[in-house]
């Protein structure tokens, strides 16, 4: 009986294991397989950053297009006017303010401009991140992602969707501060010419190449 009650007790404990692991990584893959149906996503966004004691230190607005494969235009609206522009390989930072303009890989940037995900690849997130949901009732899920590599600037990020249809991220950093970012007048695969992505700027700004 004895005997019994331990077998039992394992096949339980290898059953659990199975699923745990299974729904893992069935997060992954429908995560993967929400943000791959995205062709083009646009949507207006407010954001919101706070420190490590919950207290706002920035609030900005602005806007954001996707299309993939690549390509991404995001633009903070003053007076912390800025542009973040890929084109699936590199990423180009323009601030007005400063008159500068700095070229980076595109590898650089998505941990510090996670939104990226919306026009890159899907298919490794797995390989990139540990992922784990949340079902909220029927319509809500939430998705967060912590980064496998140590060298990250963010410990977690939080994908919150509602039907598919992508409604805010949440990203925390290493010092417990806090990024919010909220999804208005949302457009998901709508035409964008390619010709949406191109950033323009003086020519008198100053261009920083930071490529390896």
């Known amino acids: 009986m004895i005997k019994a009650g331990r077998t039992l007790l394992v096949t339980a404990t290898l059953a659990l294991f199975s699923a745990v692991t299974w729904a893992e990584e069935s997060a992954a893959d429908r995560l993967a397989d929400t943000l791959s149906s995205y062709s ?13 004691r919950g207290r706002v ?6 806007n954001l297009k996707a299309k993939r494969p690549g390509l991404f235009y995001w ?13 699936g390989e590199t990423v180009q930072l323009y601030d007005p303010d400063l008159e500068q303009v700095t070229i980076q890989e595109l590898d650089e940037q ?5 939104a990226l995900l919306l026009s890159g690849e899907t298919d490794g997130l797995s390989e990139t991140y540990n992922i784990s949901e949340r079902r909220y009732g ?5 998705y967060t992602l912590e980064p496998l590599s140590e060298d ?10 509602y039907d ?11 010092l417990a501060q806090r990024t919010e970012l909220e999804f208005g007048n949302i457009r998901i ?24």
Not at 152 to 161: V, W, Y
Not at 164 to 172: I, P
Not at 189 to 200: H, I, Y
């Open 110 to 114: 998505v941990s510090t401009t996670p």
């Open 40 to 52: 083009t996503f646009q949507a207006a966004f407010t954001q919101t950053v706070a420190d490590d």
């Open 75 to 87: 633009e903070t609206k003053p007076p912390a006017n800025q542009f973040i522009v890929s084109d």
């Open 189 to 212: 695969n709508q035409p964008v010419a390619d010709s949406a992505f191109e950033l323009e700027y003086p020519e008198s700004v100053d261009v920083i190449q930071s490529m390896q």
């Open 57 to 62: 230190v920035q609030e900005s607005t602005g």
């Open 138 to 142: 029927e319509h809500t899920r939430e």
């Open 152 to 161: 990250s600037l963010f410990i977690s990020l939080t994908l919150t969707f």
């Open 164 to 174: 598919d249809e992508l409604q805010a991220m949440r990203m925390e950093d290493s």
